[in-house]
């Protein structure tokens, strides 16, 4: 599979709004969030990237444009590109070296990415 947003080994940031927006879910609810999305889409949620150290968050890869004019919940943190700001998600090769960061749920096609809308209401569901 070949996404030119994927580095070829170990990890690094790529900016927001060129190929996806993400949200960001710390620590354990992140998990909990990741799981239940596997769960609801039949283990193909989307690319999903997990952080093994510091906050432990997990990055859900939705498409450009998706996280923009909805109420996300408490826990939930926005990262896209608008004019007044700028964001970079941290990207894992798909094998070797990529520690502290590794794919949850790894890429399976070429613009693949989480649906907004599904995971804003599992979300809303999950972090009350």
Not at 63 to 90: D, E, F, H, Q
């Amino acid at each position: 599979m070949n996404l030119e947003w994927i580095p070829y080994s170990g990890f690094q940031l790529r900016k927001t709004g060129v190929h996806f927006d993400a949200l960001r879910v710390d620590g354990e609810d992140g998990r909990r969030l990741a799981l239940l999305m596997e769960a609801i889409t039949g283990g193909e949620p989307g690319p999903v990237v997990a952080e093994a150290n510091g906050r432990r968050a997990v990055y859900f890869l939705v498409p450009v444009g998706s996280t923009l004019g909805k109420a996300w919940p408490a826990g939930v943190t926005r990262l896209n590109t608008t004019a007044n700001k700028v964001s970079y998600v941290p990207v894992p090769a798909l094998c070797g070296r990529t520690w502290p960061l590794a794919w949850y749920c790894p890429p399976t096609r070429p613009g693949r990415f989480v649906h907004a809308l599904l995971l804003l209401n599992a979300a809303s569901a999950l972090l009350r």
